[in-house]
């Protein structure tokens, strides 16, 4: 029961920690960039910190005891979405092998993501999952089943959507609202039967499981982002632990900033919609593509042959 409100408790444990450790030695090391800009303040707070409440000092000392609904998550400056041109990285088809190490590559890049997990490894990687929790990242359901729910029909499309969904509860965290159907595979008639649902597509699809290529990856992130992306990208594809950290260089350099896809819709994703990306903020304007593309060596760019590559998920 713990764990459910460990993301409430986080930030503000980790404040009165600070507080009460005696103060700014303490901060500089939960917040290496000082927290002078706002991407950073408040990535370095949920996904800097390793996901382990720290043993006391002295056994014997006093217990402070704080109650979560004490603490709002003010403590923790807030992404404005209106204001800033966000963009949220996005990963399915896991829990699985190179989740880990991508776990550890947000974490060393202070970058939150939102995960999009099947069911039945939900239950076999249970750590792993509560561990992404754990880093901040945001937690959705890819379903239990892995199939195109349009072709399960609306009650079953339903069933496999919440059966995914009581493998993330059983595991101990949060009932998710955040859904990506297998394959994008969605229509009006699911999303009327199963309201309580935010269907979260794309716009940005990198092609990672089919390319499995780091300069491809990247290349998709670099001509097709815009503010307000949802970027859709596999835990499953190997090639991604070469392109995320270049990606997320990347993106900062060219003015973006990462947060979940919660965060892009000001906290909470619509329910009862499909979702493609969030809204583009007014000001400040980018350019994407200022920045220079990484260099990755052992790859090249393939011909290009004009053709629609296959829908992905
Ligand atoms: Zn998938």
């Known amino acids: 029961m713990a764990k459910r ?9 980790i404040v009165a920690v600070v507080a009460l450790g ?25 996904a800097g910190f390793p996901g382990q409440m720290p043993a006391p000092a002295d056994p014997a000392a006093p ?14 400056p807030a992404v404005d979405c209106d204001k800033v041109n966000c963009v949220a990285l996005t990963f399915d088809d896991g829990p699985g092998e190179y ?25 076999t990687h249970a750590e792993m999952v509560n ?24 009650a079953g499309a339903c069933e496999n959507a919440a059966t995914g969904g009581q493998a993330i509860e059983a595991i101990g965290l949060p009932a998710p609202v955040l859904l990506r159907p297998p394959y994008g595979a969605i229509n009006g008639a699911i999303v009327a039967a199963c309201p309580q649902w935010s269907f979260v597509l794309w716009n940005v699809d990198t092609m990672d499981w089919s390319t499995k290529d780091a300069v491809q990856i990247m290349e998709r992130v670099r001509l097709d982002t815009k503010p307000g992306s949802i970027i859709l ?7 991604e632990l070469t392109a995320v950290p270049l990606a997320i260089d990347w993106l900062r350099a060219n003015g973006f900033v990462l ?13 009862g919609e499909r979702v493609y ?10 350019t994407p593509g200022q920045a220079t593309v990484p260099v990755i060596a052992g790859s090249r760019l393939p011909p290009d042959t004009g053709e629609v590559p296959a829908a992905a998920g």
Do not use: C
């Not at 561990?131 to 199939?147: L, N």
């Not at 947060?259 to 619509?270: D, K, M, N, S, Y």
């Open 22 to 46: 005696g103060g700014t030695a303490a901060w500089a090391v939960l917040s290496p960039t000082g927290g002078d800009e706002l991407s950073g303040a408040s990535g370095v707070l949920t």
């Open 63 to 76: 217990t402070v005891r704080l109650q979560p609904e004490a603490f709002a998550l003010a403590e923790e």
């Open 99 to 123: 989740g880990d190490a991508l776990l550890d590559l947000l974490a060393e890049k202070n970058a939150r993501a939102t995960f999009f997990y099947l069911g039945p490894p939900t239950i």
């Open 259 to 271: 947060v979940t896809v919660p965060e892009l819709f000001g906290g909470q994703a619509p329910a």
């Open 131 to 154: 561990r992404a929790a754990a880093d901040g990242h945001a937690i959705g359901s890819h379903a239990a089943r892995h199939v195109q729910m349009t072709e399960q029909g609306p």
């Open 5 to 13: 409100y460990w993301g409430f408790w986080r930030v503000p444990l």
């Open 277 to 286: 990306g969030g809204p583009a903020p007014t000001v400040p304007e980018v």
């Open 233 to 239: 990208m596999h835990e499953t594809v190997e090639a």
